[in-house]
């Protein structure tokens, strides 16, 4: 089955703390991207990679950092330095970023961090 | 980016049709999308418009007037499952994506 997984599906972390939350994909995709989505607010982009070993920031990225190693993963850790981490992740992936076609996002099942 | 603008909230009887509008104002357009949210769940892909005029997909149709930076996502024949929170998201030329609040819809019996 191909798609995407997000884990853990619930986090919980004390304040201070960094956390890091996984993503892969096995849809042979090649770029991936990280939102985050708050009640009463669209998703917003925290982190976008094209190609391996290359990502770029989207418009909240303060307080996050990622890293492409793989073409499969894309993991994203929330650092303490973030001052409004509790909220729901969202990884989704693509077929590349959006140069042909449609190139639709497909999301995975999302990962909700409550901080303490 | 792109402003995004979509009602908070929508109510239809099982049945009937309901039309979540979207207007959106952009710097560069490069495609409009829908996608549906279950509560706590991932958004799913619904629909794609990059040109003017209705896309049809059984139950669910979208329409785009790019001169009137102005889409909407038809639903026909709701079902209870049909509850879920609506997204639409406008592309622009740098292909992110800039999503609206969403829409939730509730279907009655």
């Known amino acids: 089955d191909g798609g995407i997984t997000q884990s853990p599906k619930y986090l919980f972390r004390k304040e201070g703390q960094n956390v890091t939350l996984s993503c892969e994909q096995n849809?042979?995709?090649?770029?991936m991207y990280w939102y985050r989505q708050d009640p009463g607010q669209g998703l917003r982009l925290i982190y976008y990679?094209?190609?391996?070993?290359?990502?770029q920031k989207g418009d909240i990225a303060e307080g996050y950092s990622v890293s492409r190693e793989k073409k499969e993963s894309f993991p994203l850790t929330v650092t303490s330095a973030q001052k409004n981490p509790t909220a729901f992740y969202l990884c989704a992936s693509s077929i590349d970023l959006g140069g042909r076609g449609t190139d639709t996002q497909y999301f995975g099942p999302g990962t909700r961090l409550t901080v303490l | 980016g792109q402003n995004i603008d979509q009602p908070t909230e929508m109510t239809a009887t099982e049945g009937a049709i309901v039309q979540i509008n979207c207007t959106y104002q952009t710097s560069g357009f490069n495609g409009l999308f829908w996608y549906q949210q279950h509560a706590g769940e991932a958004p799913t892909f619904l629909s794609y418009?990059?040109?003017?005029g209705l896309e049809e997909k059984g139950r669910f149709s979208s329409f785009l007037s790019r001169s009137k930076g102005y889409s909407y996502l038809l639903l026909k024949e709701l079902q209870m499952k049909d509850s879920a929170s609506y997204l639409c998201?406008?592309?622009?030329?740098?292909?992110?994506?800039?999503f609206g609040a969403g829409t939730t819809v509730t279907v009655r019996a």
């Open positions: 990679s094209q190609i391996v070993n290359d990502f």
């Open positions: 418009n990059v040109l003017d």
């Open positions: 849809l042979n995709h090649d770029a």
């Open positions: 998201a406008g592309r622009s030329n740098d292909y992110k994506l800039s």
